[in-house]
């Protein structure tokens, strides 16, 4: 079941910000440029065999040689008429374990309610960096089953105190891609700042009216970042 104890309070603080809230977003746009010519990060399109610690199953599929992560199998589809063709063939990603994506919030007199954005790097960003939920990982990054860091912000989920979950509930992953797995969505409300172990040089905390022009521009804002603040 949803948890959203805290919805309708959070709702109100929200509402209670508007007048003070920053409303121009360039200059988040300013901080992603200057750290976009800052990074260094390359990504190039290989062949499937070429691709390090993934192997081709018995079956024909691709999966990680740690056995976590998503697969690549195939999805044999009868539609019944509900869709264009009545039957087809396609890959699809198989991850049944799901994610976590999650925007951290906190309250100032000076500037209201504002969200935590992450400015992430992914191989697929057209301009390599999109700005993304406070928190977006799957379960297999989280458990460190690539042996690297941990994600970061993971650590505000689960701390003890200093935090108020708003709202917390399962989505569906887009269904054409993904085979049955969704991601759990939540909103965390800081208390305690002191929560945050993590460099926030990757973050920039935004407002809601800030967040709202973003939107409106062409391959800047995760998709998943308008999913999550919906309910509010």
């Known amino acids: 079941m949803a948890e959203r104890a805290h919805l309708d309070w959070f709702r109100e603080r929200v509402a209670a910000s508007r007048e003070i809230e920053h409303k121009d977003a360039a200059p988040i746009l300013a901080w992603c440029e200057n ?24 079956r024909g599929n691709w999966r990680h040689q740690s056995g976590q992560f998503f697969g690549v199998e195939g999805v044999r589809v009868e539609s019944g008429g ?11 990603y198989t991850q049944p374990e799901g994610g976590v994506l999650a925007m951290l919030a906190r309250e100032t007199p000076a500037k209201g309610v504002e969200f935590m954005l992450q400015a992430k790097a992914e191989p697929g960003n057209i301009g390599v960096l999109q700005l993304c939920p406070t928190i977006q990982s799957t379960w297999s990054n ?51 700042e002191r929560v945050i172990e993590t460099d926030t040089a990757m973050f920039y905390w935004a407002s809601l009216s800030q967040i709202r022009q973003l939107a409106l521009m062409d391959n800047v804002l995760s998709p998943f970042v308008k999913t999550i603040l919906l309910p509010i």
């Open 35 to 58: 750290l976009r010519h800052s990074i260094q990060f390359r990504a190039d399109l290989i062949g499937l065999d070429a691709v390090r610690g993934w192997l081709r199953d018995e």
């Open 82 to 92: 509900l869709r264009e063709v009545a039957a087809w063939d396609q890959p699809i």
């Open 142 to 192: 989280i458990k460190r089953a690539h042996a690297g860091k941990r994600p970061p912000m993971v650590e505000v989920l689960t701390a003890k105190a200093g935090i108020r979950i708003v709202y917390r509930a399962e989505h569906n992953e887009e269904g054409g891609r993904f085979w049955r797995k969704s991601n759990e969505n939540v909103v965390v409300f800081l208390e305690d």
